[in-house]
């Protein structure tokens, strides 16, 4: 058999899984944190002020990074969730499900961070305009993921069922992405584009370019970590677990 | 360092967002092992049926 296509059916092995997290999480944190101190020591002590909005710019440097993320593990937890859906993929079940913690987590940062960052410079920590609005509502749908998850059970059953909300929501991805071209918003239109001219100076893009890597290297360790841990949760009473917790055989 | 205070309370939600992000899956997987051993104390797993029988 094809070494890869080996490696694939062997991870969809708990035990096998349980020892590729616990081995390659503590790896992606560790670049996760390399990456996210070079950084934020560019965000903080290198780039120069903006001319109009003074220092308080330097909070982009942790808002579109974590807004990107919620977008993008939305749309990564939708693609585990039909992968599930489709083809009863444990492991696929168990990865869509622990998508949606993290992605909440980037979504209440780049809520938080951008409420912090609206008060100097649009003068209120909040406003309905089409961006925030949207985000809102894809931290209402993490939420929604994660509660469903939680109220049914069946653990395959609840990851179905939630999966399923999954989907349907990754059609919120394009309204959030396109709000401020669609509508009238408070919100700042694109000033970043990975294919097409930026307008960012060039000497504020390499700190966001850093921090982009880091979220992608932080969200690969928290995945693997909370998917062991579910894992570990599912696979409760199994014999390997008994012999990893150490108890008597 | 112009609007500080805004900025270090931005950064300090997302550190403690990330923290938080760090810490509970740690300790949900603490707990499933805890609870793990004290089953197998509470029911121990039964002998292996392949196991070759006892002659005494």
Known sequence: MNPVVRWFHQLGSPPYFDRFAARWAPWAYGLALLTMAYGLWGALFVVPSDYQQGDSFRILYIHVPSAWMSLFVFALMAFYAAIALIWRIKLCEILAMACAPIGAAFTVVTLATGSIWGKPMWGTWWDWDPRLTTELVLLFLYLGVIGLYRAIDDRRAAARAAGLLAIVGVALLPVIRYSVVWWNSLHQGQTISLFGKSTMDASMVQPLIWMIVATKFWFVGSLLMRARADNLEREAGKDWVRQLAGGAR | ?56
Do not use: G, H
């Open chain 2, 1 to 56: 360092m112009s609007y500080q205070n805004y900025v270090f309370a931005a950064y300090a939600v997302f550190a403690a967002v990330l923290l938080w992000d760090f810490v509970a899956p740690r300790l949900a997987i603490r707990r499933f092992l805890r609870a793990a051993k004290m089953r197998a104390a509470r029911n121990p797993a039964p002998a292996d049926k392949n196991a070759p029988l006892a002659r005494e």
